[in-house]
């Protein structure tokens, strides 16, 4: 399921985001949708979230951040959604 969030994410397609987003919310339950499609990560741990601003595409953020303030905690969106990190995150 990430997978295939990822994949919108990072081509930029918000109209097969939105249709992928009816389907879950119909499909899956709250942990589920938490877990693994905001949270969600690939292989190299990067989310959704980092391919839609890997990307520079605003309008998949943006709505990826409207289903995260309305399915995640504060420290959820804060520890795992905007300072989680992937494989390609630079450490200092």
Same mark, same amino acid.
Do not use: R
């Given at each position: 399921? &990430?997978?295939?969030?990822?994949?919108i994410a990072k081509w930029g397609n918000?109209? $097969?985001?939105?249709k992928v987003w009816e389907w879950v919310?119909? *499909? /899956? $339950?709250?942990?589920? +949708? *938490? =877990?693994?499609? #905001?949270?969600?990560?690939d292989k190299n741990g990067t989310t959704? %979230?980092? !391919?839609?601003?890997? /990307?520079?595409?605003?309008?998949?953020? /943006?709505?990826? %951040?409207?289903?995260?303030? =309305? *399915?995640? $905690?504060?420290? &959820? +969106?804060?520890? =795992?959604?905007? #300072?989680?990190?992937? +494989? !390609? $995150? !630079? /450490?200092?």
């Amino acid at each position: 399921m &990430n997978e295939c969030l990822d994949y919108i994410a990072k081509w930029g397609n918000s109209e $097969t985001l939105q249709k992928v987003w009816e389907w879950v919310k119909e *499909n /899956q $339950t709250k942990e589920e +949708i *938490n =877990k693994k499609l #905001l949270l969600g990560t690939d292989k190299n741990g990067t989310t959704a %979230w980092h !391919y839609a601003a890997m /990307q520079g595409i605003s309008e998949i953020l /943006q709505k990826v %951040w409207e289903w995260a303030k =309305k *399915n995640l $905690t504060k420290k &959820n +969106i804060k520890d =795992k959604l905007l #300072l989680g990190t992937d +494989i !390609y $995150t !630079y /450490q200092v």
